[in-house]
C-alpha cells in the first residue's frame, strides 16, 4: 500500500506549498521512504489563517460560528462516519507511518471517531447552555451567559497518536464553532492529511479545518505568533510548550499547552503482582513508552521488589516485538532514527551514571532494521540520574523502592512534571490518601493508561496546564460572555 500523495489542505482545496518543498516519509521499521509530504511555510500560513477568517462568516445566516451546534454537530457525525469506513485504510498508513502495530493503529481510529461522535454530542448540549440565566442579588437586574466560539485557532500536535492527538484538538475547536489550522508534526502527518480527504468528502464548509503539514519552527511557528489566530493549542514537548507560550505572550493570546511526563507507578506491598506486573509492563510499553503519560517510574515496596521485579521482567521478554503488520506484534520501532538514537544515549547515560540493567537495553538480536528497542528495565536508580529525572518517551522504565507511604509519595512528586500517575493496592482508603497527595492532572487506581474521551485530560507543573476532552475540551475553545440587563 503506498502514502497517498497529497497536498497542503487550505479553504477546503488541496494547494501546493508555495515553495513548493516536500518532506520526506520514513517506514521505520524498514527506514524506507515510502512517500513524502507538503513542508508548509509562513506564506502558506498567512493563506490558511485568512481562509479561517473567512470561514467564520462566509455565508449570511449560516455562519460556522454563529451556527446552531446541532448544525455543526451534523458535520462532526459525518466526519466520524466517514472515518470509520475508512478505519482500515487509516490503520494500515498510521501503522507505516509511526510504526504502530496495526490492531493498536485501529483501535486508536475507532477512538478518533468516537471522539468526533462524543463532541458531535457536546455541540447539541451546547445549545442547552446558552443564555443558562445567572441568580443576581438585586430584582432590577438580570444575566445570563453567552458561549460563544473564540476564533480562528492554531493546533498543533505530536506523532505519537498521529491522527488521535490532532482529533482531541479539532473536535472541540469545530463543535465550539471555531474554524482552525491544524498543524501536525512532520514526524507523522499522513493520516492527519488524509482527514483533510475526509473533510472533502463530507462537505465540510471550505476554510472551518485548515492542514498545514510542516516543520515546527517553519509551519507551527508563523501559526503560534500570527495576530489573526486568537488562541493557540498545543501538544508536545515542554520546551517547544515554553516557545509557543513566549510567542503568544506577545500578543496576550490565550493557549493551552499538553506537555511532557515522567509519570510514577506506585506498587505497594498489597498487590497481586502478576496483575500488577502487567499494569506496569502496559503503563510503559504500551506504544514503545511513546506516551505522554507513560507510568516510566516505577516505585515499589521494598518487600516485594525482588519477586515483583522478577515477574516483571519475565513479562517483558515475552512481548512480541515485529513489524506492525506481523501477527501477534506488541511492540513495533520507535517513531525514527532519531529517537532511537537518543532512547539508546539514554539508556547508557544511565549506565554511566551506575544503573543496572535488568532487561532489554538494545535493539532485538532478530530484527536487523528498524528503529527497534527491547523493552528496557533499569534499577539501581538515584534521584540525582537523568534517567530518574527527564522524560525519554521511549520503551525504558527506571525503578526504586520505597519504604513507607510518605516515601512512595515524595518520590513521585520528585519531578518537574505532573502529568500522570497510577496507585496499586487492595487498600482503596490508601489509594484515595495517595491520590489527593499527587501532584499531577491524572491518577489511575489499579491500573495505568486507559483514556475515555468523557474523562478530562491534562498536567500540573510543567506538563503543562488546561484541560482536554471531556466537557472541558470544549471549553478551550469557547469565550464566556457575560449578558447583563436593566428590567
Ligand atoms: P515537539 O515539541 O517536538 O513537537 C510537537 C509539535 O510542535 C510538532 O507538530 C512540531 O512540528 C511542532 N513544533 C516544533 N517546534 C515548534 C516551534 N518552534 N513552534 C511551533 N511549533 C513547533 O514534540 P513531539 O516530539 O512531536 O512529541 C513528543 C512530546 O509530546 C513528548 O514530550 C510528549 O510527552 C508530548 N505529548 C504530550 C501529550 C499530553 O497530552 N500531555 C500527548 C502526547 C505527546
Known amino acids: 500500500m503506498a502514502i497517498p500523495s497529497r497536498q497542503l489542505f487550505i479553504d477546503g482545496e488541496w494547494k501546493e506549498p508555495i515553495n513548493k518543498n516536500r518532506i520526506p516519509v520514513i517506514n521505520p521499521s524498514t527506514e524506507e521512504i515510502i512517500g513524502d509530504i507538503p513542508a508548509a511555510t509562513a506564506e502558506d500560513v498567512e493563506l490558511a489563517v485568512a481562509a479561517a477568517r473567512r470561514a467564520l462568516k462566509r455565508n449570511k445566516g449560516a455562519d460556522w460560528a454563529a451556527a446552531s451546534g446541532a448544525h455543526r454537530a451534523k458535520y462532526l457525525r459525518a466526519i466520524a462516519k466517514r472515518v470509520t469506513e475508512r478505519k482500515d485504510e487509516f490503520a494500515k498508513l498510521e501503522a507505516m507511518d509511526c510504526g504502530k502495530p496495526l490492531d493498536e493503529a485501529a483501535w486508536d481510529i475507532d477512538d478518533v471517531a468516537g471522539c468526533f461522535e462524543y463532541y458531535a454530542d457536546q455541540a447539541e448540549a451546547l445549545d442547552a447552555k ?136 506506585i506498587i505497594f506491598e498489597d498487590v497481586d503482582l502478576d496483575q500488577a506486573a502487567e499494569w506496569a509492563a502496559f503503563g510503559c510499553f504500551w506504544t514503545n513508552g511513546q506516551i505522554c503519560s507513560a507510568t516510566s517510574r516505577l516505585l515499589v515496596h521494598e518487600n516485594i521488589a525482588a519477586e515483583f521485579l522478577d515477574r516483571l521482567v519475565k513479562w517483558c521478554k515475552n512481548i512480541k516485538i515485529a513489524d506492525p503488520f506481523e501477527d501477534g506484534c506488541r511492540l513495533g520501532p520507535v517513531v525514527s532514527k532519531g529517537q532511537y538514537e537518543k532512547v539508546l544515549k539514554f539508556i547508557s547515560t544511565a549506565k554511566s551514571e551506575g544503573a543496572t540493567i535488568l532487561c532489554g537495553g538494545s535493539r532485538p538480536e ?20 537523568q534517567i530518574w529525572k527527564d522524560e525519554v518517551f521511549g520503551p525504558v522504565l527506571c525503578v526504586k523502592t520505597f519504604s513507607s507511604d510518605e516515601e512512595a509519595i515524595e518520590l513521585a512528586n520528585d519531578t518537574q512534571y505532573g502529568l500522570g500517575a497510577a496507585v496499586l493496592s487492595k487498600n482503596l482508603e490508601r489509594c484515595e490518601k495517595v491520590t489527593k497527595a499527587l501532584e499531577v492532572g491524572i491518577v ?38 457575560q449578558v447583563t440587563e436593566y428590567i
Open 130 to 265: 446558552q443564555k443558562a440565566p445567572i441568580a443576581l442579588p438585586m430584582e432590577t437586574f438580570k444575566s445570563h451567559v453567552l458561549r460563544q466560539p473564540i476564533g480562528v485557532v492554531g493546533l498543533i500536535s505530536p506523532w505519537n497518536y498521529p491522527l488521535l492527538m490532532a482529533t482531541w484538538k479539532v473536535a472541540p475547536a469545530l463543535a465550539a464553532g471555531c474554524a482552525a489550522i491544524l498543524k501536525p508534526s512532520e514526524m507523522a502527518s499522513v493520516t492527519c492529511l488524509e482527514l483533510a480527504d475526509v473533510c472533502r468528502e463530507v462537505g465540510l464548509p471550505p476554510g472551518v479545518l485548515n492542514i498545514l503539514s510542516g516543520y515546527g519552527p517553519e509551519a507551527g511557528g508563523p501559526l503560534a505568533s500570527h495576530p489573526d489566530v486568537d488562541k493557540v493549542a498545543f501538544t508536545g514537548s515542554t520546551a517547544t510548550g515554553s516557545k509557543i507560550m513566549s510567542s503568544a505572550a506577545q500578543l496576550v493570546k490565550p493557549v493551552s499547552l499538553e506537555l511532557g511526563g515522567k509519570s510514577p507507578i
Open 366 to 385: 532478530h530484527l536487523k532494521k528498524g528503529y527497534f528497542i527491547e523493552p528496557t528495565i533499569i534499577s539501581d536508580v538515584s534521584t540525582s540520574m
Open 444 to 481: 489511575w487506581v489499579n491500573c495505568s493508561q486507559p483514556c475515555f474521551c468523557q474523562a478530562p485530560w491534562g498536567g500540573t507543573k510543567r506538563s503543562g496546564f488546561g484541560r482536554e476532552l471531556g466537557e472541558w475540551g470544549i471549553e478551550n475553545y469557547l469565550n464566556i460572555k
